[in-house]
């Protein structure tokens, strides 16, 4: 009565499925905490292992969940320098600034396994060679450009200053910390950042802390949920206390529910970047790096050896409801940003049978 | 006559022990049937199969015609068997009435608790066995021969034809006791038929109508009690001869060791303000004080003050060589050259998991240490010497103290004790549940350790035993010190008299 | 059954442990509500008695489980997990049931798992998650009477066990039935979105309906009686031909039970499920309310009503805390909650310690006792400043002070009972 | 004080619970290395032993103070927020000695809290956090001996206190000392740097010391006498004239250092502290490891071999399963640890079991208990072929015939049982 039971490995073939390791070498994606954000990423890389042919390569992909802590990711990358297939590597740093991950990434660049970030990079200023390229966007402009949209939606209705308060799992996460700076960077002077609240992963003490919000805070103009499940806390409240539409949304990463919502106008904005995108370059960087397949390398990075030439910009997304949105293409320097209506951007997903991004 | 219970060779086996070997034993119906051995012969164990507590043995079962395997206790008292254990069994959080009923609770028609038809049959059986507690008083509240009276009376709520008591009055007082035996007639005018354990030999005398003796797990022989004596009994028991003692004579006591003044426990928040009110006395050295008094007179309290053990701040002054101590704490008594054997072994005396060696050498182990560490060898010596200065009959040092007998773990504490070259001994109540055999030899020791010059107190809840041993007798009521007899005065009927003084106002205040 | 305590203050009909709770949270309330610069708490009463009966109600129904536990003598350490695996458990059942036009309709539905689901397979699920928690009792049972495993060690294990069993389950079968493993699986049916809309009145219906069956069970039926006489004294209980392994079946499914139910709730609340996140450390305040309430890990002592009001008392005083601080609150969450319990175990034993002579600081151990907890509360007192509005400036003295305060008080305390003791 | 099943194979000379868990230890090593596709443990042992050392080093630290606690009668529930109080404090200290250019230098150096200091600073700061860790001990002595705090309750309310009073601290003294809060701080001096790099040797080699000390405490001298009597019997102890009270401080002061230094150990690894997240549930696995080396949580027995031992072992398996699930083995961690307390506490009990004529499945619990044990055993084993080469396809099949076959043997004793009862 049950087929999908032996029909699992047709599935997904060879790409996410570690135990393909007899002979073949793996490429591991390890991840910072496990969520949504990161499914579309596991999409991404299957996609690219079938687009690119990893297992005529003799190579697989398969992707590592992090636990939200240094210590989990530290853990796993000594975990990976103990195993002799793993030829590459490719990490979204839990933090930026830890000497003992950048560390532990040199230790696996000695062992001849290739390293790069994605995502998340390490903090350039000081570990750049910890890595050998970074892919995706980075989140200080993710946020700013969140900061832009929630800006332009403000003035379009006549709010010209007030307080705003971002949601976060935790405040200290590299990507939490850029994408709220970003944020307060281009949200606008006038509007003061008083609280960002930590709900250490726990959706429903996510809920309480925009009702607390709602109750503790004075002159409320903006919500920000900066990880994904912060978007449905924040739009189930404002319904909840009937605050929907009274006060301005804007998300980060487009999840089911955030989806949802926005069709139903109560996110006015959504940042969303390609973690399925960054999967499918993260196959086709890392196998032009085993192989050595210096074409392809130049192809994604045309600017190697000058500054910032070692980064590659995954595409980054600005979602409204539609084109009613005061929200235009304008507001963006090209390039950097894709603007897209909701209808465009399902139509997107499906393309790429994708639920959430 | 059809015997109501007939035991077929049953065999009973512990892992280690053999608990009973091949016991065999009629019960006619409507005797008095008590059952002697000495610790560890297996009385309990023999009344734990009868009554269903322990399920798995070898051997048959018969009660009244049939053969039995009870799967639990619920099975027994269905055959019209129930039990007083020989440990107190209560719940203390617990009412009184709710105790007694447990696991039979009455039901309403509703099939919800009636508490109330409960607490009415308490009373009823309360004022049956002439006590007043309130069937509503939690058992924590309880004195703790109230206590075991609840046991008696929950025993009795289920008026079944087979009762078994094993050890009942080892914590009643003397008036109890014979409240005791007046319900014990009355239940033998029903017809039923009573199973009694007791090392208290008038005990069995006065009550029994046949005698069965158990030993090392065997029956060895049962005997009509008219057709026998105390010694013969005994002696089975033991299976020697118990030469008849005589102690105390030519002990000459030396200079005064310990001086007690006006010494004073208060009792904070109870109706009875003190404890312990205004005891004076002074012992001296190889010499030998018995404390007597009813349960609950406040004698562990005393040797708790002595020890600096008691839980409030002790008024009125000790002397010890004639200098004043204050002991906040059992070890600046024990350093001050005070040992104290406390009552009730199994908690507050022996350490389950360690072996007979650990437990004797415990509180003289600095002894054995050099540059800090312990040497074992010095240990071994040291324990290994009191195994031999008082005969203990052991495996070794590295037994497990639990496997010993009662009497033997009594001696091996006493031996804890004795290693700290103390120069007054506290004995409370050392040879309760102790069989006849080891309490001679304990009797024995006291008399030998005293002649050395050591000094001591004992209390007891068996004044024979007190009148052997102690060449003085402080006598205890509610607290109140009421009399001390010199060996010479001191009569059973005397020591009652002052012992139970007062004791009629304590018997309304609670 | 009754705390101690009811000695003193005899005239007071009510059990007194219940009532000085219930002043508490009063209390905390009115002076919350005064404090707070914007008076939340009476402007928006209704707004924050929501909030903290949705959370009090959750709390409670575990730790109702909790408390019934710790009466028979043992203890549950699982029911954070327990709730993550019910949820899990519902949301697995609820996928096999995803209609088959959700499944058409592309992959992306089933991707990151979200479900839509006809009422039977809701039905179904839910009867599985509430199964799911007596199985895992009737395990906890088995472990702890028949392997003899101490409760601690038994709940220890599944505490470590079912969360990730859960974790391991989901990855499992969302890999079986959609290709794509997830570990968050997204509930959005019609019936969950309503339940999410009432889940105060809801939960709070289902918690009052609980706790009055618990309380009638504890102190009207005999098995309560039997509850009680086990955890008092077990060897009695068991000697007097009372089960006591069923009786502790049913404690520990019981408790399974509650947790489930709470799993639902939550599974609902959240409308997602996250077996790695959800309901941590959910039963360390489900065992401080019971604690809180009255309830003794000896066993035999506790209350229904104490466990409630426990409850109620830790959600309100946290949420008061929220509500004073106004940044940032979650972060001493930990700490209000272990301060609320050993003040109130403290106070519970208060009178007996008084009666006795007992010293607070004895010997060496008091006089390093001392330092270090005048500190801890300057430390505190100083934190706390730093996020209320009075006082926010100059607060290295308030913390000196406070310090040097604490510190002159227990020093006085301790000299007092070293004379007493001479 | 060594376990009762000391009594059987009494020929053997060394402890049988210890043997067994080494060999135990030998066996999971062995059995890895081959199945495993790379056979890691063969090809890059000292890779793989550095690895497992390092955790089972860290772990047994922790652990030992965990059963010195258990040992004397207590539980520390408190380590793993212990750890992360210690780091916290060690830190934040290393703040204060900062040099001035280092927060000169920009915003982004203080935003993370990179911190580079002098060696006085590292000094006083390693100085500062085990003090901490004896502070928290006296406090716990303090709670469970004056205010008779049951050991439970008082480490529970550290538990979740001190974490989150780690993470308060953090926010108000970076806020006060750096003008902007942080609740991580990294720390990057050469000094934790050297510490990072010879971690495995450092630690392994403190631990050795620990144990060592430990060892001499527990078994040469008269504390360590004392210590077996007061779990034992608490009582007879106080009346043998042992100063029961100084003897927990003792202990809890003990656990608490292991915490603080494990706390250190733990920030030089990960060069970041944030209390939040540090070292969550690791007294868990401190309990664990004490409990699987023989430890009774009644109080009076444990050796320190064993504990060291266990936790040796714990982290083997967790290790090993990481070589043979490639990708996401910490999600089965948790059942892995759970499973083993659960095998091994059992085992040590088995020879009581098998000679008491008790049933393992007894009346209707058991009936119940039977396919609830199935279905586990069946589920685990399910997941745990997806993640293995052979049988990787027909999974379904896997499942059933496990879930049958299990169900079919507990069924045969079942029913051998009740035939046996007859
Ligand atoms: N549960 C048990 N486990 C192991 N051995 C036991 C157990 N119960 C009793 N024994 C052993 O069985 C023997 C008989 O014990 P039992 O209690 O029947 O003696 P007794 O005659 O009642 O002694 P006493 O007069 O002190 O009550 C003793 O050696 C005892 O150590
Ligand atoms: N811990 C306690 N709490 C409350 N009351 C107590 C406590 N210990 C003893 N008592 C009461 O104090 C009185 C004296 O108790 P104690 O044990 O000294 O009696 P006793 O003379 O030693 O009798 P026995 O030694 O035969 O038990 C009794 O009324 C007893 O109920
Ligand atoms: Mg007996
Ligand atoms: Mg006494």
């Not at chain 1, 509007?191 to 429903?204: C, P």
């Not at chain 2, 701040?313 to 000790?318: A, D, H, K, N």
Request: proline fraction near 3%.
């Amino acid at each position: 009565a049950l087929p999908w039971f032996a029909g699992c490995p047709a599935a997904t073939p060879g790409a996410g499925d570690p135990t393909q390791s007899g002979g073949t070498k793996r490429i591991v994606f390890l991840i910072n905490i496990p969520d949504p954000y990161w499914e579309a990423n596991l999409q991404g890389l299957n996609e690219g292992a079938k687009m690119f042919d990893l297992a005529s390569a003799g190579l697989s992909v398969t992707q590592d969940p992090g636990n939200g802590t240094t210590e989990g990711q530290i853990e796993k990358l000594r975990q990976y320098a103990t195993q002799d297939d793993i030829v590459g590597v490719a990490i979204s740093p839990w933090d930026a600034d830890s000497p003992a991950i950048v560390e532990e990434l040199q230790k696996l660049q000695k062992k001849g396994v290739k390293v790069i970030t994605v995502d998340n990079d390490v903090n350039r200023e000081k570990y750049r060679d910890s890595r050998s390229f970074y892919l995706g966007t980075d989140n200080l402009i993710a946020g700013q450009a969140l900061g832009t949209g929630l800006n332009a939606v403000l003035d379009a209705k006549g709010v010209k200053s007030g307080n705003f308060v971002q949601f976060v799992g935790n405040t200290e996460s590299d990507n939490a910390r850029a994408r709220m700076d970003g944020v307060k960077d281009k949200i606008g002077a006038d509007f003061v950042e008083v609280a960002r609240e930590a709900d250490g992963s726990d959706t429903g003490r996510a809920k309480d802390n925009v009702r607390n919000t709602l109750l503790n805070h004075k002159d409320i103009v903006a919500l920000v949920g900066i990880w994904a499940y912060n978007a449905p806390a924040i739009t189930g409240v404002l319904q909840e206390t009937n605050n929907t539409g009274k006060i301005v949304v804007g998300t980060f990463d487009a999840q089911e529910l955030a989806i949802e919502a926005m069709a139903k106008k109560e996110i006015d904005v959504m940042v969303v970047q390609n973690p399925f995108d960054m999967g499918v370059q993260t196959v086709r960087l890392m196998k032009a790096m085993i192989q050595d397949d210096q074409a392809t390398i130049k192809e994604m990075f045309p600017k190697q050896g000058e500054p910032d030439g070692d980064m590659y910009t995954t595409g980054l997304r600005i979602v409204v409801p539609d084109e009613s949105s005061p929200i235009k293409k304008e507001l963006y320097e090209e390039g950097v940003v894709e603007f897209m209506t909701l209808a465009q951007f399902r139509e997107w997903l499906t393309k790429f049978g994708l639920k959430s991004s | 006559m059809q015997p109501i219970i007939q035991i077929r060779s049953i065999t009973k086996t512990y892992p280690g022990v053999v608990a009973l070997k091949d016991v065999s034993l009629d019960i006619l119906p409507g005797e008095l049937h008590a059952i002697c051995g000495e610790n560890g012969a297996g009385k309990s164990t023999l009344m734990k199969i009868l009554s269903g507590v322990v399920g798995s043995y070898e051997g048959e079962l018969h009660v009244g015609g049939k053969l039995v395997q009870f799967g639990g206790t619920r099975a027994a008292e269905e055959a019209g068997i129930s039990i007083i254990h020989q440990e107190l069994n209560l719940v203390e959080q617990l009412s009184a009435a709710a105790n007694i009923f447990l696991g039979r609770e009455l039901r309403t028609s509703l099939g919800f608790r009636d508490d109330r038809a409960m607490e009415q049959a308490a009373e009823h059986l309360f004022r049956e066995l002439e006590c007043n507690i309130g069937a509503k008083q939690p058992v924590s509240e309880l004195r703790v021969g109230d206590q075991q009276l609840i046991e008696i009376a929950k025993a009795l709520s289920l008026s079944s034809e087979i009762l078994i008591m094993d050890e009942p009055t080892s914590a009643l007082t003397e008036s109890e006791v014979e409240r005791l035996y007046r319900v014990i007639a009355r239940l033998r005018a029903r017809g039923v038929t009573i199973l009694y354990i007791s090392h208290k030999m008038d005990e069995v005398f006065r009550l029994s109508d046949r005698i069965t003796i158990l030993r090392d797990g065997r029956t060895v022989q049962t005997l009509v009690t008219k057709e026998t004596n105390a010694q013969q009994i005994t002696q089975l028991m033991v299976g020697r001869e118990i030469a008849a003692l005589d102690l105390g004579t030519e002990r000459t006591p030396g200079e005064v060791v310990l001086q007690v003044e006006k010494l004073r426990l208060p009792w904070p928040g109870h109706a009875r303000q003190w404890r312990l009110k205004d005891i004076s006395f002074e012992l001296r050295q190889g010499e030998i004080l018995g404390i007597a008094g009813l349960m609950g007179a406040g004698r562990t309290e005393l040797l708790e003050c002595l020890f600096g053990a008691a839980h409030d701040p002790v008024q009125g002054t000790i002397r010890l060589h004639g200098k004043v101590q204050q002991f906040a704490h059992p070890i600046e008594a024990c350093e001050a050259g005070i040992a104290m054997v406390t009552e009730d072994r199994k908690r507050l005396g022996i350490f389950a998991e360690m072996n007979v060696g650990q437990n004797i050498s415990l509180c003289q182990l600095k002894e054995a240490t050099t540059a800090g560490l312990v040497s074992s060898q010095r240990e071994e010596a040291m324990s290994q010497s009191m195994l031999q200065s008082l005969a203990v009959k052991t495996a070794g040092l590295v037994a497990r103290i639990t496997s010993l007998s009662g009497g033997n773990q009594q001696k091996c504490i006493i031996g804890r004790w004795l290693l700290t070259k103390p120069t007054v001994l506290l004995l409370d109540d050392p040879t309760r549940g102790v069989d006849v055999g080891a309490k001679a030899e304990l009797y024995r020791l006291m008399d030998r350790l005293c002649r050395e010059g050591l000094a001591i107190i004992i209390t007891s809840s068996e004044l024979p035993e007190l009148l052997t041993v102690s060449d003085r007798i402080l006598v205890l009521s509610e607290g109140r010190q009421t009399a001390m007899f010199s060996r010479a005065e001191a009569t059973e009927h005397r020591i009652l008299e002052a012992a139970t003084k007062g004791y009629a106002e304590a018997a309304q205040a609670n | 059954m009754s705390a101690p305590s009811g000695r003193m203050l005899a005239w007071w009909p009510f059990p007194l442990t219940e009532t000085a709770i219930f002043l508490a949270i009063v209390l905390v309330y009115l002076v919350t509500g005064a404090l707070d610069p914007n008076h939340t708490y009476f402007n928006a009463w209704d707004a924050s008695a929501k909030m903290i009966l949705r959370n009090a109600a959750l709390l409670g129904i575990v730790a109702l489980g909790a408390s019934v536990v710790i009466i028979v003598g043992g203890i549950d350490l699982s029911s954070g997990s327990m709730i993550a695996f019910s949820a899990t458990t519902c949301a697995l059942i609820m996928m096999f049931f995803t209609q088959p036009e959700v499944q058409a309709s592309g992959r992306i539905a089933m991707d990151t798992g979200l479900v839509t689901v006809s009422g039977l397979g809701i039905f179904l699920a839910m009867v599985g998650a509430v199964l799911s928690g007596l199985m895992v009792g009737t395990l906890h049972t088995w472990m702890v009477t028949s392997i003899r495993l101490p409760p601690f060690v038994a709940t220890l294990a599944t505490l470590v066990g079912l969360r990730s069993f859960a974790r391991g389950m989901c990855l499992f079968l969302t890999k079986q039935y959609w290709g794509s493993e997830t570990e968050k699986i997204t509930v959005n049916t019609p019936f969950f979105g309503w339940l999410r809309e009432n889940n105060v009145w809801i939960s709070s219906v289902v918690f009052l309906v609980l706790a009055l069956v618990t309380w009638v069970i504890l102190s009207r039926t005999v098995l309560g009686r039997h509850i009680y006489a086990i955890g008092g004294n077990e060897e009695a209980a068991r000697l007097s031909g009372i089960r006591t392994e069923n009786v502790k079946w049913f404690a520990y499914c019981f408790s399974g039970l509650c947790s489930a139910i709470a799993g639902i709730f939550l599974m609902a609340d959240n409308s997602t499920v996250q077996p790695a996140l959800m309901a941590q450390g959910f039963e360390l305040n489900a065992i401080a309310s019971a604690v809180v309430g009255g309830c003794s890990l000896q066993g035999g002592i506790g209350t229904v009503l104490g466990t409630a009001l426990g409850a109620l008392f830790l959600r309100v005083v946290i949420d008061a805390v929220a509500k004073l601080i106004k940044a940032g609150a979650d972060v001493y969450q930990g700490m209000i909650v272990g301060i609320i319990v050993v003040v109130a175990v403290t106070s519970t034993q208060f009178s007996t310690i008084s009666h006795s002579s007992r010293q607070f600081f004895p010997g060496w151990r008091g006089i390093w006792a001392i330092p270090t907890i005048s500190l801890a509360a300057g430390m505190c007192v100083m934190m706390g400043s730093a996020n209320i509005q009075f006082a926010k400036d100059r607060l290295l003295l308030v913390g000196i002070i406070v310090t040097l305060v604490s510190l002159a008080i227990l020093s006085f305390i301790k000299l007092l009972e070293s004379h007493r003791a001479k």
